[in-house]
C-alpha cells in the first residue's frame, strides 16, 4: 500500500532522527511508521475539519508518548533534536493535506 499524496509519498520523516547516532534506527523505523500511519489515515478518513485532523495528530502523538519509554530503556530520548523533527514533520503532513493548524495544537498531548 502506498500513499497518494505526492507530497508524503516522497517525503523522509524523521530524517534528523535517522542522521543522528543518539537515536537507534529500529525506535527511529517506528517513529517513521507512525507518521506514514497517520498519512494513511487521513488518505482514508479525509477530515473535514481542523478538529477531525486534530483527532488523527494527537493519536500519532501519543503513540510517540509511548515510543518515548522505548528510547529510553536503549539509553535515548525523544529531547529537542527529536521534539523538533517530529513536530515538523506532524506541521508538514497537516499542510500536505490541506490544512494550516498551529503544530502546537496538532500535538498539544505531547509529554516529549
Not at 500500500?1 to 517506528?30: C, H, I, W
Amino acid at each position: 500500500m502506498t500513499l497518494t499524496n505526492d507530497k508524503t509519498s516522497t517525503y523522509r520523516f524523521l530524517s534528523d532522527l535517522e542522521n543522528d547516532g543518539y537515536f537507534p534506527l529500529q525506535l527511529v523505523a517506528k517513529g517513521k511508521l507512525i507518521l506514514q500511519d497517520l498519512c494513511f489515515q487521513i488518505e482514508a478518513e479525509r477530515p473535514q475539519t481542523s478538529e477531525q485532523l486534530i483527532e488523527l495528530t494527537q493519536a500519532a502523538t501519543e503513540q510517540f508518548n509511548q515510543l518515548e519509554t522505548e528510547f529510553e530503556a536503549h539509553g535515548s530520548a525523544l529531547e529537542t533534536v527529536a521534539r523538533e523533527n517530529i513536530a515538523q514533520d506532524i506541521d508538514f503532513i497537516a499542510q500536505a493535506y490541506g490544512f494550516q493548524e498551529d503544530v502546537e495544537e496538532l500535538i498539544a498531548n505531547r509529554e516529549w
